[in-house]
């Protein structure tokens, strides 16, 4: 369909949405609109009725969880308000929609003890196992997103200051450090391992086996890979590391604000779900502290 095509093209080209987070857009407008098809009702012409009936098949027959739901029509939105600024439409109707409460789910997060185990696997004497390992350390030394850290070229890492420019979402640049563990990590991959891997000469700091840039989901396969190799028997991706960085610099006793800042949040809001995480912090160090805590 032409308007979801344009409205795609205009996610990946004009907003520089990711190529997942464009393919995730397309999967929840491809079922909204099977679902009309079916019904026989056409997307231009949609009432409030037709969506009440939409978010019952999605929550009675389909099973959808709620935070899913809410994901789609979200998504849904984006691409009414698309339709109503192209003046293809006149008027959103899913601007007054609102989608199912959500289960307050906390983020995720590693040990200290658990990143231990992890850093462990790689085997470092092989250019794939030096660049494993120095994805493991960069993504908890910055907490950079996943598709940040495929970006990251060589030239956007100052050495000398251990930081990395970082381009995030809405093409918003912003600076990370890292620190002396990934500096070493950093240092080994680029004098050995990437030398060996970068057949066509490429810019980008992460390659895979053949040379080419490493992508997202090849990333995921190798966290996948690592923690097979492990005791732990929690799922891995690179967003819980991202959460593992947050929830450690709170614990540790950093602000919110600066843990905003290096995150790339655009508002505090996102990044005060790790203030609950660190609460078991607060309390350790609260009985340790308060004299009146225990008798």
């Known amino acids: 369909m032409k308007d979801v095509k344009d409205f795609l093209d205009y996610l990946k080209y004009q907003k520089t949405y990711s190529d997942y987070t464009v393919t995730s ?18 997307y231009k012409d949609i009432k409030y009725s037709d969506i009440r009936f939409f978010l019952m098949y999605l929550k009675e027959e389909k099973k959808i969880k709620s935070s899913s739901i809410s994901r ?21 109707p899913f601007t007054l929609v609102n989608g199912p409460k959500k289960e307050k789910k906390l983020p995720r997060y590693f040990e200290y003890n658990e990143l ?24 908890y030394a910055t907490g950079v997103r996943v598709g940040e850290l495929v970006s990251i070229k060589v030239n956007d890492i100052n050495k000398y200051d251990k930081t990395i420019k970082i381009l995030g979402k809405g093409n918003k640049e912003r600076f990370v450090a890292y620190g002396e563990y990934a500096s070493d990590a950093l240092d080994k991959y680029l004098k050995d391992g990437r030398c060996k891997l970068n057949k066509n000469s490429s810019d980008y700091l992460f390659l895979n086996h053949v040379g080419g840039v490493l992508t997202e989901r090849g990333v995921r396969y ?7 190799e492990t005791s732990l028997t929690k799922n891995i991706s690179p967003h819980m590391i ?18 905003q800042q290096l995150l790339g949040h ?24 308060f004299p009146r805590a225990k008798r």
């Open 242 to 259: 991202r959460h593992s960085f947050a929830t450690h610099l709170l614990n540790e006793g950093c602000d919110l604000i600066t843990v």
């Open 222 to 228: 190798i966290l996948s890979n690592i923690i097979k």
């Open 116 to 139: 231990e185990e992890l850093f462990d696997v790689p085997d470092t004497s092989t250019p794939l196992g030096q660049r494993d390992y120095l994805i493991l350390e960069m993504l």
């Open 266 to 289: 655009s508002s505090i809001s996102a990044t005060q779900v790790y203030t609950h995480v660190s609460t078991d912090r607060l309390k350790e160090v609260y009985f340790k502290s």
């Open 25 to 42: 857009y397309n999967n929840d407008l491809e079922e909204y609109l099977n679902y009309l098809n079916k019904e026989g009702l056409n």
């Open 72 to 92: 789609k029509l979200s998504a849904i939105r984006v691409f009414y308000n698309y339709l109503v600024n192209k003046e293809i439409i006149d008027n959103n």
